[in-house]
């Protein structure tokens, strides 16, 4: 099977030096074909090679021609939902293997709410929630995606592809791995990925995206020193392990002593807040001594926590979601006794199934308007 994506660098890279052509090219071809399809409607798409990537060597245009005939991208977008408020899209992308991941546009905007006391400036921003994998083998029982199984690694280029479609909707700002899969069991896609994301064509900071694990102890002990300044997500979910491997049965090999120190050691290495997503089942993780537990298990870190509302759409869940009163009262002991910032996702973009990431957007329930950006919370 030759290249899957124009947008698998490494792959590219090989083939190009093979036939003796400047590596170089890539970011050309790169730039022309996000330049050029953000311009344009798919179904508006002819695409000629020779006419949409002028000046390449000669001997390219064979090489382009052969792995992806007139097709700039191995996706195609083959559906999209938005949500009655118009703040979430989500776009169902079919890859070259007809399989399909899904990406979540959220919007939002930066005028809203006061950062440091200060109106916050900016405008309207897009995040853009990605998948990493099709499927996903840690079988979490309170997730959709847990119950598909592992079907398949995205390449860095599927992985791109999908910021691409999202452009062609929004400006995109954010990025966070927290769609379908599990991002540091595909972790050298992901890392070639991200740091194509900071060049061009598509200029990302670092510090604007976040990569969210359920905890791959021996990843988290790599990342720093692959991409430094990349935000961390870690789906705690528990603040014990039997809790923990109760709903995410693969935390069995991952055991929380272990994670943390591990936690600890990256916090000390990148010197960053890390954001901690915490969902909250109904009489599983969300009573008083839980959030005592959690704000024990914490209060040494500098991190964000956000308590996730459990949201049922999707799943053949056992599980059912807490109640706001819970959910505040868990909140209150992690901020008052512990001192620990700690945020409620709002849910969002229910009515077309797009909630089941684990995207941080907003402060508390009720609030049905600002979202928050996600590195306003951890940095
Ligand atoms: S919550 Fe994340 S890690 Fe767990 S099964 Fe779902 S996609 Fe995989």
């Known amino acids: 099977m030759g290249i899957r994506s124009v947008f698998d660098g490494g792959e590219m890279r090989i083939e190009f030096e093979k036939y003796g052509i400047d590596s170089k090219f890539i970011a050309m071809i790169w730039k022309h074909v996000f330049v050029n399809l953000k311009a344009l409607k798919e179904e508006e798409w002819e695409w000629d090679w ?27 977008l083959h559906s999209v939902f938005h ?38 400036p900016g405008g309207l921003r897009a995040t853009l929630c990605i998948s990493s994998q099709v499927g996903c083998k840690m079988g979490c029982n309170f997730c959709a995606t847990g119950t598909m ?11 791109l592809e999908q910021l691409i479609h999202a452009s062609t909707f929004s400006q995109i700002r954010n990025v966070v791995f927290m769609g379908m899969g599990e991002p540091l069991n595909n972790y050298s896609a992901v890392v070639e990925s991200v740091r194509a994301m900071t060049q061009s064509p598509f200029q990302l900071s670092l510090k604007r995206i976040t990569v969210s694990t359920v905890g791959i102890i021996h990843a988290i002990k790599k ?22 491997c109760k709903i995410m049965p693969a935390a069995r090999a991952f055991p929380l002593g272990k994670l943390m120190d591990s936690l600890q050691e990256y916090q000390r290495n990148s010197l960053q807040k890390i954001l ?37 759409i999707g799943t053949l869940s056992q599980y059912k979601p807490t109640s706001e009163e819970k ?53």
């Not at 997500?233 to 039997?242: C, E, M, N």
């Not at 005592?292 to 949201?311: M, R």
């Not at 620990?340 to 684990?358: L, P, S």
């Open 276 to 312: 901690i997503e915490y969902i909250m089942l109904d009489g599983v993780n969300d009573e008083e001594q839980h959030a005592h537990q959690l704000g024990k298990l914490l209060e040494t870190f500098e991190v964000v926590v956000n308590l996730i509302p459990f949201n049922s």
């Open 223 to 244: 990342l720093h020193h692959d991409l430094p300044g990349l935000n961390l997500a870690v789906s705690l979910h528990a603040p014990a392990q039997d809790i923990r």
């Open 83 to 120: 949500s009655s408020d118009n703040v979430t899209t989500k776009l169902l992308i079919k890859l070259q293997s007809g399989a399909f991941v899904e990406a979540v546009i959220m919007r939002y905007d930066t005028r809203l709410g006061r950062y440091a006391g200060q109106p916050r």
């Open 149 to 159: 199984g592992f079907k398949a690694n995205l390449t860095s280029g599927e992985i």
């Open 327 to 379: 959910v505040s009262n868990f909140q209150k002991i992690m901020r008052g006794t512990y001192n620990i910032r700690t945020t409620v996702r709002k849910q969002m973009g229910q009515d077309i199934n797009g909630a089941c990431g684990q995207l941080v957007v907003n402060n508390s329930p009720g609030n049905t308007h600002p979202l928050t950006d996600i590195e306003d919370l951890v940095i």
């Open 50 to 76: 020779e006419k949409q990537v002028p000046s390449l060597p000669s001997l390219a245009y064979p090489l382009l021609h052969s792995n992806f005939k007139n097709k700039p991208l191995s996706s195609s």
